[in-house]
């Protein structure tokens, strides 16, 4: 499910169609009878509203061929989930185990966000300066999608719990990723740049899955196989 409305006739028709919209971003100073209906609406509604400038909706809109849209709505996602809600509304999670460089992250968030996952753990030992990084580097994309730091193997156990199953992209898994069930209530694990995923990670995966590699250099930047595994999880989960 496509999780952009996109201008002010998509808004609108959502709110009438009662769909759960957790955030719009306006453009800055635009102005319709329409878009007051609607921030009217969202403010009774308790729904996170961001004014962003032309350029944001020019960049985020799905289709600006007939102008950039004075709004953009989120629907199917709450960004501000704590991480118990994540859990019980389930779909597909991306855990980064031991990422180190902010700017990998970032990318990591936005191509999770991209590829309508519906949160991000992040376990790794950043400080807040490097966490904003993170948040710059993924091009505000961290404002749609739930973005939790806390240890991985907590996480993990914690989600067992909720009844997901834990695939983990490393180098001792025995199949592809477009071999695997990537559907259902399912956390990815892609392991850090230096050292990749711990072996006590390891060990509580159900399954592990092998990016295949034909190169002289024996291993892809960390954004390359959460690329390749997202596009296929969204391959299944659309079918």
């Known amino acids: 499910m496509n999780m952009q409305r996109c201008g002010e006739d998509e808004v609108l028709a959502a709110i009438e169609d009662d769909e759960k919209i957790s955030l719009i971003l306006v453009k800055r100073d635009a102005t319709s009878i329409k878009l007051t209906k609607i921030i009217s609406y969202a403010e009774k509604s308790d729904i996170k509203i961001i004014h962003g400038s032309e350029n944001d909706l020019w960049r985020m809109s799905r289709d600006n061929n007939n102008g950039i849209p004075n709004i953009l709505a989120l629907v199917g996602r709450n960004p501000d989930s704590s991480l118990e809600d994540v859990f019980s509304n389930g779909g597909l999670i991306w855990l ?118 034909t190169g002289f250099v024996p291993s892809f930047n960390l954004q390359a196989p959460l690329s390749a595994v997202a596009i296929e999880a969204q391959r299944q989960r659309n079918q």
């Open 96 to 213: 980064l185990a031991g990422a180190a460089y902010p700017v990998n992250i970032g990318f990591c968030i936005r191509t999770a966000e991209v590829s309508g996952a519906n949160a991000v753990i992040i376990d790794a030992q950043l400080n807040n300066q490097e966490r904003s990084a993170a948040k710059r580097a993924s091009m505000k994309a961290h404002r749609f999608i739930p973005v939790h730091w806390i240890d991985g193997i907590e996480a993990i156990i914690e989600a067992k719990e909720a009844g997901f199953r834990i695939i983990a992209v490393e180098d001792v898994g025995t199949s592809t990723p477009w071999e695997v069930d990537l559907t259902g209530d399912v956390i990815i694990i892609v392991g850090g740049e230096k050292y990749g995923i711990s072996d006590d990670i390891i060990r509580l995966a159900d399954e592990c899955v092998q990016i295949p590699m």
